[in-house]
Each structure stands twice: as C-alpha cells, then as structure tokens.
C-alpha cells in the first residue's frame, strides 16, 4: 500500500450515487451468444462500489521499441471463480470529458489461464468490453496486447519518440467489469530504455536493469499518474517550504534543458502563489511532467498530483518567445483543487465506462482557466502588461463571437461528447471548446470585480477559492459539487443573487445576447482596437502579423497565405469567402502578410475596395472588399479615475 493510495481509497463514498445512475448491463447482439458462450456471459457486470477487486493485478509494459513505437502489455489478473468474465479497456479519459480510450490502436489481443489459450468475444453493443469464459481450476489469466502508438499527430497523438516516451496507462489497460476503479489494486512495472531518467507521481520500489517497478496502488491512482521517460531528463526541486513540488524535464536534446534560476525563480513563485491563494495541498507530492519537443504531440493535461505538459523545445532558452504559453503549468497545477480534490459531481465517475456528463466545466475549466492566467502573472511568469495583453485577446474573440446568436455557452459544454474537439471550418459560428474554458473566465472575472465592487475591494474572488477549494488541507479523497454548492459559497462570501447572475449568462442566446465583458469595465479598463501593436503585444500575440479577424475578417496560414478562421458575417464571409482559399494577390501585388496590411491601411477612409485574387484547386476568383476601417488589433485601455482592479487582481500576494 503506497502513499498515494489514500487518494482514492476515499472515492467509495463519491461514486456510489454515480454508480447509481450507471448502466448496469449491456446485452451483445444473438449472434454473439451463438458462440456457446453462456447467456450470463454477455451482460456487463453492474459496478459496485463497496467491493474490493480480489487479489493485486500484475501490470507490466515495454517501451524499448523506440523505432516502431509499440507498446508491449504483459497483466496477470488473479481470479476467484471459474465462469463468465468481462474485460474494460477505458472509455472516458479523465481531463477529456469524452468517450475519448483508443481503443482502435490496441491490437494482438490475447488471454491464456492454466497454460492454455482463453478465447474472447467482444460485446457488439459496447465494443469496450471483452466477454471470456474462464475455466474451472484457473485461478489467474494472463493478458497480453500491444498499443500501437502512431508515428505523427495526423489523427492520433504521439506519445513515443527516439528520446522521450509518455507513457498513459489508461491508454495500455484492461481492467475486470464490475468494480470501481479505487477498488482494483494494480503492481505496474516498466521497462525503459538504457539510461533514461523518468518522472511520475507513482512510488518507485526499484529501478534495475531498465525495469522501474512501483509500489501497488489502485487503478484510479495508477491511471492518475502518467509518466515522462527520455533520455535527456532532469528533477528539479521548486518547492520554497519543502521538497514536495517538483519539475521533470524531458527534452528531445539535452541542451535544452536549461532554465536559469530567474525562471525556476518564476515556478517557485508559482507554488508560493498558489498556496496563498487556496491555503491548503490536496497531494503528498506533485509532479510537473514537462516536455521540450517538437516530436512529442503536444499536451497540457491535469492529474491530482502531477500534470502533462510540453512547451517548444527552446521554451527555456528563447524565453521571450514563449509568452503565449507560460500559463499552461499554472493551469494544469490549479486543477489540482479544481478538477481533481473538488470535481463537478457528475464527473465523479466509478470507473473509466461509466459515462460523464460535463454540465460544470465552466468551472471545472472556466475558473481554472481564470486562476491560472492569475497565477501567471502572480508568479512573475507573465507580467501585467503582459496578462493585460492576453486578456484583451480573448476579450476581443468574444466580443466578435456571433455563436452566441444560436448557441449558448451551457450547451458548449457538451461539444468534447458530440466528437472530441472535432475542428470546424467556422469556428466562430459553431463555438466549442475552447469557450467553456476562456468565455466561462470572463464570467468568473465579472463575479471577482463584483464581489471587490461590493464590498468596497475588501473581498474577492480568492476568498471564495480558498473557503471552496482551499478545505480540509492534506486531504487527497475527491469531493463532489453541484451547481447549487457554488452559488451557497458566493453567497458566503457576498450576498448576492449568484443563481441568476451566473445562468443569465451561461444561458444567454439570440441576437441579443452579449459577451460577458463586465468585468473588464468594473476592472478599471475598456477594450479598444489599435492599428499598431506594441512590440510587446506582437511577442504576446505572436499571430498578429497574419491575423485579419476583426478587419476583414480571417487569418492567414503558411506559405500558401490559405485563409482559415473565417468569421462568421465578417466582410469576408459576406463576399462568398469560406477556409480553403489561397491568397494569390493583393490589389495586383504578389500576396504576403505585409502587402495585405499595406493594402487594409491605405483604404482606411478611403472609397475604394481590396482587390484579391484568390485559389481553391484548380479554382480561381477576383473578390473586391469593400472595407475601409483599417487594421484592428485589440487592446485593454486604462479608464482612468477608476479603481484598477485588474491591476491588484494579477499583483502577487504577500500572505
């Protein structure tokens, strides 16, 4: 029994009402039942909670086969009885909201018990489960597969390369139906290539001979701490009070690995923040998996006592390039309290195929994408120009947004279940996922100035992360919270009719129906458009050069200058003009980015329209934009005479 075992021991309790309302049986088509396989053999055990898995699953991977990025899976699975059995592979990843286990690159699927061959069905319905008939006197079964881990990011991401492995468990797993995850007990092993170092939040018992082996935990433990193996890799301590926090650095070349003590300064400051603000841990030990690559697929994903997260691989090194992104490792650390100890409660599954429903990410993800843009630049990883900047950029998208005319943000928490993060070609007119992060942090900026506003700044926001995250300090067993829970803590902190001010703008549609900008105002700011960005703005905005959304309505993409993100009722798309085209030329001139800006510049006031001449396959076309309001890049201006609440909002705390 490992330390982090506690963590989920204490799920019983949580998941029992989820287990509740899970489906407890799902018959295969007859046609399955023809292969004299029992009747009772092709129902799905029903979960229960309240049953300890018998016996400690054996777990053991390899990951050595670098050059075709196979993963080799060996368990042993202890059994109690002879009869029917059904094998899970995990459906709903935890942090992707969605049916989500790829269970299409598990191949080579088999299981043995007593020396000979144990043939399985899968279940026709739910294609998830794999139905066996274990023999009388087997008192084990092994299982054995390989996950076939893809070569580029096309449809799956890439998680081996020559020199860093990220290793999922969830991903290479099957697990007996019937029990919840913190009722199963797993002895996981592997074995790494020679040399290479590795982080994770697991316990390591030994490390011999490239085999890691780690002290037994539960399945919602094991699946809860994934692991960075490469071989250029480094721990570093970043805790300031103890060695408890830590930062594992996996890069595709050992040059760089290289942060200097101004920026570890910055993630030090990080967890000083964070603990000032929550005033409590939720994790013996927490573990910030970093990877600087450009061969890894790209990550940023929240686990209770460790985070996913890659950078480019010169984040460290060209520090003022990577401003847009410095706000991943507050984020994932903020779920931490967010996500992980306090969960939306019907996201407190019983295990990896009982469905979740995502109606609170607006703060599973909203508030936590609030708080870690704080954090940001609380810890010094963003300055507060720089937070002023970023904010005025989503500020910005959302104002233009016209979604909001037929969708509105409660139902884009739903988007991860309709297809995860499928793309769209009109990003502005569909909405998705990414609203329920950066949207849902605009309302919860509208609620920190109005409880500062209304209380003369002597409360704020923090009080109510710390009263509703920040309980029972040193506690790892995950809570539960409801839609009513929330508005009882606002309600704590400042009287206020919360239930309406939070669904009137979770719910708003139709035409009339605005972005949640409130905050920005009562902040001490309004959103303004310049035609010249500062040069600290373009290092911030890094696309601004070959961004036209809010003049004529599109940006820019590779060396083919193809139009993407079109907006929605934009000059553009009132000329017919959808993603796909090419620019060829700008008013009779060669297209570039700077010969189009030329272009929206010189007709600013004027008459005369923008001339573009445009690709689509063996397509061509001549469109004339008749627009004339110039370059427009957004911009927080300061109101002055008004307290500056964002100002003390992003200053760091001092207790």
């Known amino acids: 029994m490992s330390r982090s075992l506690p963590l989920a021991l204490g799920l019983v309790a949580s998941l029992a009402a989820a287990a509740a309302h899970a489906q407890t049986a799902v018959i295969t088509d007859p046609a399955q039942a023809a292969l004299a396989l029992p009747a009772a053999q092709v129902a799905i055990p029903p979960v229960r909670t309240d049953v300890d898995y018998p016996g400690v699953i054996r777990y053991q991977a390899d990951v050595t086969d670098l050059d075709r990025r196979i993963v080799s899976v ?133 490390y011999e001979g490239g ?83 450009d061969q890894l697929g790209g990550i940023g994903l929240e686990h209770h006592r460790s985070s996913e997260n890659t950078q480019a691989p010169d984040y460290f090194t060209a520090w003022d390039k990577s401003a847009g992104s410095r706000a991943l490792l507050p984020h994932e650390y903020t779920h931490s309290w967010n996500g992980k100890f306090m969960r939306p409660a019907d996201e407190l599954t019983a295990n990896y195929n009982v469905p979740t429903q995502n109606t609170l990410l607006w703060v599973y993800e909203g508030q936590t994408q609030y708080w870690g843009d704080i954090l940001s630049a609380r810890s010094g990883l963003h300055s507060k120009d720089e937070a002023l900047i970023g904010l005025a950029g989503v500020a910005a998208f959302y104002q233009n947004q016209p979604g909001r005319e037929w969708r509105a943000l409660q139902d884009t928490n739903n988007h991860n279940l309709l297809g995860y993060r499928v793309p769209g070609l009109w990003t502005s007119w569909m909405r998705g996922t990414g609203d329920y992060y950066r949207e849902s942090a605009l309302i919860w900026l509208d609620a920190d100035t109005l409880i500062r506003e209304g209380t003369a700044d002597k409360k704020s926001l923090d009080d109510f992360a710390k009263a509703f995250f920040g309980v029972e300090d040193g506690v790892f067993t995950p809570r539960g919270y409801t839609f009513e829970d929330l508005v009882a803590a606002l309600n704590a902190v400042y009287a206020h009719d919360w239930a309406t001010f939070l669904r009137s703008r979770l719910d708003a549609v139709g035409p009339e129906a605005e972005a949640p900008l409130d905050g920005i105002t009562r902040g001490g700011y309004r959103l303004v458009y310049t035609d010249t960005p500062t040069a600290l703005e373009k290092r911030v905005q890094s696309g601004w050069a070959t961004d036209f959304q809010y003049s004529l309505g599109f940006t820019l993409t590779g060396t083919t200058f193809r139009l993407g993100n079109v907006l929605w009722g934009s000059p553009a798309y009132e000329a017919g003009i959808g993603a796909g085209w ?4 700008v008013n009779d001139t060669a297209a570039s980015a700077e010969v189009l800006r030329d272009a929206v510049t010189a007709a600013k006031g004027g008459e005369t329209p923008i001339t573009l001449i445009l690709k689509n396959g063996t397509r061509f076309r001549t469109v004339a934009l008749n627009y004339h309001g110039g370059l427009r890049y957004p911009r927080l201006e300061r109101v002055e005479g008004t307290p500056d609440r964002l100002g003390d909002i992003f200053a760091a705390r001092r207790r």
Not at 177 to 183: F, K, V
Not at 190 to 205: C, D, Q, R, V
Not at 238 to 255: C, F, Q
């Open 582 to 585: 090419d620019l060829i030329a």
């Open 211 to 293: 085999v890691a082996t780690f002290a037994p935990v539960d399945l919602y433990t094991l699946v809860d701490s994934p692991m960075f193996a490469g071989a250029n890799y480094r721990r570093i301590d970043i805790d300031p009070t103890g060695d408890r926090v830590h930062l594992n650095i996996v890069a595709d070349r050992p040059g760089n690995i290289a942060p200097t003590a101004e920026q570890l300064g910055f993630y030090e400051n990080l967890v000083t923040q964070a603990d000032r603000l929550f005033g409590s841990r939720h994790f013996d030990r927490y573990e910030f998996l970093l990877g600087l690559t």
């Open 74 to 206: 060996r368990q042993t699975i202890p059994v109690a009885n002879a009869g029917p059995m059904t094998l899970l592979y995990p459906k709903y990843l935890p942090g992707n909201h969605a049916d989500t286990g790829p269970i299409q690159l598990i191949a080579g699927l088999t299981v043995t018990g007593g020396g000979s061959r144990i043939e399985w069905v899968r279940d026709t319905v739910e294609p998830f489960a794999f139905h066996l008939d274990v023999p009388a006197g087997v008192t084990e079964i092994e299982v054995a597969f390989q996950w076939l881990t893809q070569p580029d990011n096309a449809v799956w991401r890439v998680t081996m390369t020559p020199a860093i492995v990220n290793m999922q468990w969830e991903k290479a797993i099957l697990y007996p139906a019937g029990y919840a995850s913190n009722r199963i007990t797993v002895a996981p092993s592997i074995k790494l290539p020679t040399g290479w170092g590795y982080g994770t939040a697991l316990t390591t018992e030994s």
